[in-house]
């Protein structure tokens, strides 16, 4: 009886199992859709926002190279207009080169004043740690004489500049006067 009423009821709990069984099944394809929608909805919004900035370096890089031909077209210009200059008023170039020279005469003043600095730094600092052998004293010795006589020559080197620079300087002022005087008449206001 037991036996009968339990095989009777088999079916039924077979379909029960079965229906529970498709349940879970289904409610698993459901999270699962919706973790794929999610995660697809994210995506998307990935891609718009890459889409965006894409967009943005496009027109960043558009300006950009348009700023560059630009500024190419405006060099090309002032070397141009340099060169009509040039050939104009000679002069001109002539003052580039003193402009030049004293840029470069002012470098020099500047390496000799380090060099004049650090040959005092050296001799300070060899007065202070107070070399005790003799070998280490007369090889700074050679090196501050070494020191002195590069300064020399830098000093005799920035004097010819001077003198240079002084006779450019000259022939530019002359040469002022003259454009002065073409191009106002007889150079008085």
């Not at 191009?183 to 008085?188: A, C, Q, T, V």
């Given at each position: 009886?037991?036996?009968?009423?339990?095989?009777?009821?088999?079916?039924?709990?077979?379909l029960g199992i079965l229906g529970v069984a498709t349940l879970s099944?289904a409610v698993g394809a459901l999270r699962s859709s919706r973790r794929?929608?999610?995660?697809?909805?994210?995506?998307?919004?990935?891609?718009?926002?890459?889409?965006?900035?894409?967009?943005?370096?496009?027109?960043?890089?558009?300006?950009?190279?348009?700023?560059?031909?630009?500024?190419?077209?405006?060099?090309?210009?002032?070397?141009?207009?340099?060169?009509?200059?040039?050939?104009?008023?000679?002069?001109?170039?002539?003052?580039?080169?003193?402009?030049?020279?004293?840029?470069?005469?002012?470098?020099?003043?500047?390496?000799?004043?380090?060099?004049?600095?650090?040959?005092?730094?050296?001799?300070?600092?060899?007065?202070?740690?107070?070399?005790?052998?003799?070998?280490?004293?007369?090889?700074?010795?050679?090196?501050?004489?070494?020191?002195?006589?590069?300064?020399?020559?830098?000093?005799?080197?920035?004097?010819?500049?001077?003198?240079?620079?002084?006779?450019?300087?000259?022939?530019?002022k002359a040469s002022k006067k003259g454009l002065w005087a073409a191009?106002?008449?007889?150079?008085?206001?």
């Open positions: 009886m037991f036996v009968d009423t339990v095989t009777e009821m088999l079916p039924f709990l077979a099944v794929g929608e999610v995660l697809g909805e994210d995506r998307l919004e990935l891609l718009r926002d890459q889409h965006e900035r894409l967009e943005l370096l496009r027109e960043e890089r558009r300006t950009l190279t348009e700023e560059l031909e630009l500024e190419r077209r405006e060099r090309l210009e002032a070397q141009r207009r340099v060169e009509r200059l040039t050939r104009e008023h000679p002069h001109l170039e002539l003052e580039r080169e003193l402009q030049r020279v004293g840029e470069e005469l002012e470098l020099e003043r500047e390496g000799r004043l380090h060099n004049h600095r650090e040959r005092q730094r050296l001799a300070k600092e060899l007065e202070h740690v107070g070399l005790a052998r003799s070998e280490d004293q007369r090889e700074a010795r050679r090196e501050v004489e070494r020191l002195e006589r590069e300064v020399q020559k830098l000093e005799g080197l920035v004097a010819s500049w001077e003198e240079l620079w002084e006779e450019r300087g000259e022939a530019s191009f106002f008449g007889d150079g008085s206001l």
